[in-house]
């Protein structure tokens, strides 16, 4: 059966992994054009939170948003994965930074971009429940926006999750823990994951790092947001995946 909330990706073509934009459209707009949407085999996975800057001059959510949507519909080859920050938007969760209420600033940059609320909102929350979870590919390699989550302990516990929807306690780990500084999960825990749902090694955004961080056979990218090397993934899906240096050896810098 297809699971809609799961993208498989196939055993050839070209994959780029993009993590954390939080409203940066020139960010966007650089890693869109290293994509070529003609070629069907050429992949691009942006894992989560396309939204929320903390800046409402410069926050580009909604340019971001409307052009996601638009090469969502069109093309097989482009994915965006839920982040936390969407899934807030899905649950009516807030979220504070810096003692902002980001979805009531989310709404007030609706209203301020396109001159009314409604039915932009709605159609952005549609829009986020389109949002598979996860990615994964042919040669091993697991995709999600954070997580895991230590609460799966086998393959029918992670399927069960799927049915659990927004509110699955296991999901909200793989949409808000962190690991090391808070240790929400550990490197048993990733390397058990790996083992029940037989990938080599998981990629995911979230927390904040300076360009990346290995931990265990994870690794963490800092693509946009908060890093002043941004980094992101490369990978040829044809190409064997042995080990997390297989994957490392593909990371690309951006200054």
Known sequence: MINPKMIELPNHGRLIVVTDLHGNLDDYNYYVNLWDESDTDFHIVFVGDLIHGLDMDSDGSVEILDDAMSKSSQFANFHTLLGNHEWAHITHKTIYKNHEDLLMNFKNLVSFKKGYIEPALTNYIRFFKTMPYFARTANGIFISHSGPSAK????????????????????????????????????????????????????????????????????IMSSSFDT???????????????SIKDVQKQLKFRI
């Open 228 to 242: 002043k090397v941004k980094t992101y993934l490369d990978i040829d899906l044809s190409a064997d995946v042995d």
């Open 152 to 219: 799966i302990r086998s393959i029918e516990a992670f399927n069960r999750m799927f049915e659990d929807g927004y509110s699955s306690p296991m999901l909200y780990d793989f949409l808000w823990n962190r690991f090391t500084k808070v240790t929400q999960y550990t490197r048993e825990d990733v390397d058990r994951f790996l083992d029940i749902v037989g990938c080599k090694c998981m990629v995911v955004g979230h927390c904040p790092v300076e360009s990346y961080e290995l931990f265990s056979n994870q690794i």
